[in-house]
């Protein structure tokens, strides 16, 4: 049972515009979010995190919100630039020192120039 | 550099032959985990460790094998691979205070025939 989905496989949008890649979760356990970025041949590097004492979290053009009540997290670029395409990964995670991630499948995002 | 190295970075062999995939880290991290990613499922993790002389399953343990002597390094042993063991591999690595963001290295792209 997937535990974090990301139910789009994919995600197109223009350079400049606003990308919003969609997170869903299940259990209510967990209480730490994060976004990674996965370029091809090479390993995920962490983006942004979000606690879930908190509902936004932001970084330079990276935004993070989470509605707990929902259990949805989402994660905007704003603006969009051809080297944000990569694969970004929403991972979850539980309680405690050293909690396991819990990784969705992966968005792949495409900015067009 | 603070960094996570993996090797090697692409291995064909053939069932049943044993091979090791190496992982080291330099950052002194106590946190260190197995990562398997294959189409359409995402990055789920094979085996973790919270410091020397301590391993764990993570989801997709079967199969695998792992050895934590020393911090800085983590081996994935695979005794006996399988054609369902051919995957793309990440190592990761964090430290006990900040477990959630985990630095992964640059992957093992494994082929059993």
């Known amino acids: 049972d997937q535990q974090v989905k990301q139910n789009s496989p994919s995600l197109s949008v223009q350079e400049g515009r606003i990308s919003i890649l969609n997170c869903d979760y299940t259990?209510?356990?967990?209480?730490?979010f994060l976004w990674y970025k996965k370029y091809p041949a090479e390993g995920p590097t962490f983006l942004i995190s979000i606690s879930s004492i908190k509902d936004k979290n932001e970084d330079g053009r990276f935004t993070v919100f989470l509605n707990k009540s929902a259990k949805h997290l989402s994660l905007h670029i704003v603006p969009s630039q051809p080297g944000d395409s990569a694969v970004y990964f929403c991972?979850?995670?539980?309680?405690?020192?050293?909690?396991?991630?819990?990784f969705g499948k992966g968005i792949t995002l495409s900015v067009r120039p | 550099e603070a960094q996570v190295t993996q090797n090697p970075r692409y291995l064909i062999t053939v069932t049943g032959k044993k091979l090791t995939v190496t992982c080291s880290q330099n950052?002194?991290?106590?946190?260190m985990s197995w990562y398997r990613q294959d189409p359409g499922l995402g990055l789920r993790q094979i085996y973790y460790s919270m410091n020397v002389e301590v391993t764990d399953k993570g989801d997709v343990p079967e199969g695998y094998k792992v050895s934590r002597k020393e911090k800085r390094n983590f081996p994935l042993i695979l005794e006996s691979p399988s054609p369902n063991q051919t995957s793309l591999y990440f190592c990761?690595?964090?430290?006990?205070?900040?477990?959630?963001?985990?630095?992964f290295g640059p992957g093992t792209r494994l082929t059993v025939t």
């Open positions: 259990n209510s356990m967990f209480d730490y």
């Open positions: 991972a979850a995670s539980g309680v405690g020192a050293n909690s396991k991630l819990t």
């Open positions: 990761a690595s964090s430290s006990s205070r900040n477990s959630y963001e985990q630095y």
């Open positions: 950052m002194n991290h106590e946190y």
